[in-house]
């Protein structure tokens, strides 16, 4: 149902956007996710949007070079990332959460769904 393109080959200090599009998806009460997995290393969480709380999330190593945005009335959401460096290389997975939470945080179980992950690789 989630559906990721816009990953690719970037050289350090270049830009990429990402997308993600969810289709068959009637609620728009939800938190958008982006996730990223490096080999050898487990999920993380890199940002995070949702329509309840003001603030998107930030992992502390992407602050000020990401920006993460949605367009709800296409369920789609974006990950722009800039100044990419060749720790930013892996596969970055979209994910949405459809309950309403507490806080917003980048905990993997909360989310039920999931892209098929979209190639990041970062080197000159």
């Known amino acids: 149902q989630l559906v990721e393109s816009g990953g690719g080959l970037v050289q350090p200090g270049g830009s990429l956007r990402l997308s993600c599009t969810a289709s068959?998806?009637?609620?728009?009460?939800?938190?958008i996710g982006w996730f990223r997995q490096a080999p050898g290393k487990e999920r993380e969480g890199v940002a995070l949007?949702?329509?309840?709380?003001?603030?998107?999330y930030y992992a502390d190593s992407v602050k000020g070079r990401f920006t993460i945005s949605r367009d709800n009335a296409n369920n789609t959401g974006y990950l722009e990332m800039n100044s990419l460096k060749p720790e930013d290389t892996g596969i970055y997975y979209c994910?949405?959460?459809?309950?309403?939470?507490?806080?917003?945080?980048?905990?993997?179980?909360?989310?039920?769904?999931w892209g098929q992950g979209t190639q990041v690789d970062v080197s000159s």
């Open positions: 949007i949702t329509n309840y709380y003001s603030e998107p």
């Open positions: 068959k998806f009637t609620t728009n009460f939800y938190t």
């Open positions: 994910a949405f959460d459809v309950i309403h939470r507490p806080l917003i945080a980048p905990h993997i179980e909360w989310y039920q769904y």
